[in-house]
Nanobody, 124 residues
Framework: QVQLVESGGGLVQAGGSLRLSCAAS????????MGWFRQAPGKEREFVAA????????YYTDSVKGRFTISRDNAKNTVYLLMNSLKPEDTAVYYC?????????????????WGQGTQVTVSS
């Protein structure tokens, strides 16, 4: 069992930056693929970024490439999402997720554990 707790969300102006953190419980964190997803009002939850267990593979949705960076610190059981050059369309609740697999990084229903989410609001 893995419990995930996100933090770092907030209100920021367009062009600004935020760093989200996701703290995980459990001794097997280092073996999990970790992902970030987001859900805007009235829209489906969508993939944002993912990182393999050792950080060797990174995946991003096209709309955030070059602006967002996912990273992890297995010693701290934490995964991060650094978000730069934020745009109003990045406004959403951001969720951290974990899966024991290592193939379907971008697929929402392949993730086994989810956090409660943290709100990110970007004003224009």
């Amino acid at each position: 069992q893995v419990q995930l707790v996100e933090s770092g969300g907030g209100l920021v102006q367009a062009g600004g930056s935020l760093r989200l953190s996701c703290a995980a419980s459990g001794r097997t964190f280092s073996s999990y693929t970790m992902g970030w997803f987001r859900q805007a009002p009235g829209k489906e939850r969508e993939f944002v970024a993912a990182i393999s267990w050792n950080g060797g593979r990174l995946y991003y949705t096209d709309s955030v490439k070059g602006r967002f960076t996912i990273s992890r610190d297995n010693a701290k059981n934490t995964v991060y999402l650094l978000m730069n050059s934020l745009k109003p369309e990045d406004t959403a609740v951001y969720y951290c997720a974990a899966q024991s697999g290592s193939t379907w990084y971008t697929v929402l229903n392949k993730y086994d554990y989810w956090g409660q989410g943290t709100q990110v609001t970007v004003s224009s």
